[in-house]
C-alpha cells in the first residue's frame, strides 16, 4: 500500500457517519443568522467545511475552511452538514449522547 492507498483510505474512514448517530436524529444544526453568514462565506472561497480539533487550548476551538484546503484523516468525525457544509471533530474530542438522550438538552 503507498502513500496515496493511506490517504484515501483514511478519508473514506472519516466520512463514515459519526459513530452512535441514530437515523434521523441532527447533530449540527444552525440558525436562520448563521445560514445567512455560510451564504456570505461561500461567495468568497467557495464551499465551506467546519473542523473543531482535538488537542488544548486554541488548538480545539472550531475553525472554517474552505471545503478541501483541510486535509481530514481516519481520526475525524463527520458529525454533519449545515447548510451544505460538512462538520467534523476529532474523534477525541467526539462524545456521543447515551441512547435514548438527546444533544439538544
Known sequence: MDGTDRTNEAANAASSPAEGA?????????T???EALIDEQDET????????????????????FPKGEFKVGAQDVLLGEVHGSEVRMGK????????????RG
Open 32 to 34: 436562520p443568522a448563521a
Open 92 to 103: 477525541a474530542q467526539f462524545v456521543p449522547a447515551p441512547p435514548g438522550v438527546s444533544s
Open 22 to 30: 441514530a437515523p434521523g436524529v441532527e447533530r449540527v444544526t444552525a
Open 45 to 64: 472561497p467557495g464551499p465551506l467545511m467546519f473542523h473543531q480539533s482535538g488537542g488544548c487550548c486554541d488548538g480545539s476551538a472550531p475553525k472554517c
